[in-house]
């Protein structure tokens, strides 16, 4: 199994319509989730941390499950702006455990 | 808003030839991160930075590669005898706290080896 595994897509995406993506990972250790953002030939940005609780920004809510190792992405009220790959990012129990990656899901908005 | 910053850009070289990639990473920020990004792949870890020393590499971040902070604002990873594999973008990437604090990342130097 990947240590982090993504739906690749693309999703392709109605603006305005509501758009969700899971994330599965291996590492039942694992402590610190994340989504990231990378436009097309940009750096990656952070979107959002994922927290146990779950945590909402705005149009965006992440959740974990830990029963299941998955986190997923919610976005509502998508925009074309949204268009992007969104990574999966997830460390280990240490501080210094490396970050692994996900290969990213891509997200088409359609006008 | 403080940034990562790298360069060059853009670096193209010969196989065989040493390239220097370098990074200033966000100025009261602790740790440092190189990654590489193949095109059309994932992100990969490559290695970690605190306090003057490595403290995470992966299996990729073998002998060839290096990283150093050769002063208070600079931190560099060389690559000592290129390959056509070891073409890339390379980002460089800071973060106040490890592990579970957000980590902020630079443009990328996109490397050709030809």
């Known amino acids: 199994r990947k240590e982090v595994e993504q739906d690749p897509g693309p999703f392709n995406v109605p603006e305005g319509a509501t758009v969700a993506f899971n994330c599965t990972y291996s590492?039942?250790?694992?402590?610190?989730f994340f989504w990231y953002r990378q436009d097309c030939r940009k750096e990656p940005k952070l979107l959002m941390s994922?927290?146990?609780s779950g945590n909402e920004d705005g149009r965006f809510t992440a959740q974990l499950n830990r029963a299941s190792q998955y986190i997923s992405l919610l976005i509502r009220d998508s925009k074309l702006s949204d268009s992007a790959t969104y990574l999966c990012?997830?460390?280990?129990?240490?501080?210094?455990?490396?970050?692994?990656f996900g290969k990213g899901t891509r997200l088409h908005i359609l006008p | 808003e403080p940034e990562v910053t790298q360069t060059p850009s853009h670096q193209v070289t010969q196989m065989g030839q040493e390239v220097i990639l370098r990074c200033v990473p966000i100025?009261?920020?602790?740790?440092f991160y190189w990654y590489r990004q193949i095109l059309g792949q994932k992100v990969e870890f490559l290695v970690s930075?605190?306090?003057?020393?490595?403290?995470?590499k992966s299996e990729i971040f073998d002998d060839q590669f290096s990283v150093e902070r050769p002063d208070g604002s600079n931190f560099t990873l060389k690559i000592r005898s290129t390959k056509l594999e070891d073409s890339a973008m390379y980002f460089c990437?800071?973060?106040?706290?490890?592990?579970?604090?957000?980590?902020?990342f630079g443009p990328g130097t996109r490397l050709t080896v030809l």
């Open positions: 990437a800071s973060s106040e706290v490890a592990g579970v604090g957000e980590q902020f």
């Open positions: 990012v997830v460390n280990g129990m240490n501080r210094d455990d490396k970050i692994i």
């Open positions: 994922v927290y146990s």
């Open positions: 590492n039942s250790a694992s402590q610190s």
């Open positions: 930075f605190y306090n003057n020393e490595i403290s995470e």
């Open positions: 100025s009261n920020h602790l740790y």
